[in-house]
């Protein structure tokens, strides 16, 4: 069965750098997003994506974060320059067109550790 | 900013018997309800959706249901499996937006006891 797939499993890094999470979504959907997990609390939208651009924000997607489709396979996160607060885990979803065009497919996720 | 409630952070269970999870909302514009499971260090899995135009959906050992009047939905699961045990969080979009963004619960950890 397709599924989504995220790389790394979990990221390391010093607050004030740059990282970029990575995923590769299931092959024919054409709906893509970001949701992160603080530790103890809600998986949070932050960012949906359709036709090579943002879609929809949230308020936590400021202008540290960005998102690309590099080519007709990845997606990725940016995050310019890191900070304490950005500690989570990061999810990609992904939708598609047929059947089930109503339901987000997730990846397992990318844990990130700002020092 | 509570738009979904899962007001039981926890529910231990027997096997073999029913697991009943709730899930409030108040949110007038949601229309499409969906539950995923999720285990440690694992992204969320799908479970389970319901459209506002129905009460309930069932597959398998899994029913949803749906009072919108109350602005509540449960989910069953019957019988309930050791392997059920996991994080069950439920959450839900306004289909008459285009990008379909998920708002969540904070999750309802299922214990089932052999």
């Known amino acids: 069965e397709p599924e989504v797939t995220q790389t790394p499993s979990h990221q390391v890094t010093q607050m004030g750098q740059e990282v970029i999470l990575r995923c590769v979504p299931i092959?024919?959907?054409?709906?893509f997003y970001w949701y992160r997990q603080i530790l103890g609390q809600k998986v949070e939208f932050l960012v949906s994506?359709?036709?090579?651009?943002?879609?929809?924000k949230s308020e936590i997607f400021d202008d540290q974060f960005s998102v690309e489709r590099p080519d007709g396979s990845n997606f990725t996160l940016k995050i310019r320059s890191t900070k304490l607060e950005d500690s989570a885990m990061y999810f990609c979803?992904?939708?598609?067109?047929?059947?089930?065009?109503?339901?987000?497919?997730f990846g397992p996720g990318t844990r990130l550790t700002v020092l | 900013d509570q738009q979904v409630k899962q007001n039981s952070p926890s529910l231990s269970v027997q096997e073999g018997r029913i697991s009943i999870l709730n899930c409030d909302y108040t949110?007038?514009?949601?229309?499409?309800f969906l539950w995923y499971k999720k285990y440690p260090a694992e992204g969320p899995t799908f479970l389970i959706s319901?459209?506002?135009?129905?009460d309930k959906n069932e597959d398998g050992r899994f029913t949803v249901f749906l009072n919108k009047s109350a602005k509540h939905l449960s989910l069953h699961i019957v019988p309930s499996q050791p392997g059920d045990s996991a994080v069950y969080f439920c959450?839900?979009?306004?289909?008459?937006?285009?990008?379909?963004?998920?708002?969540f619960g904070k999750g309802t950890l299922l214990t089932v006891n052999p």
């Open positions: 979803a992904s939708r598609g067109t047929g059947v089930r065009t109503d339901t987000q497919y």
């Open positions: 092959s024919n959907h054409l709906y």
């Open positions: 994506f359709y036709n090579n651009e943002i879609s929809e």
């Open positions: 949110n007038s514009m949601f229309d499409y």
């Open positions: 319901i459209s506002s135009i129905k």
């Open positions: 959450a839900a979009f306004n289909s008459g937006g285009s990008n379909y963004k998920l708002t």
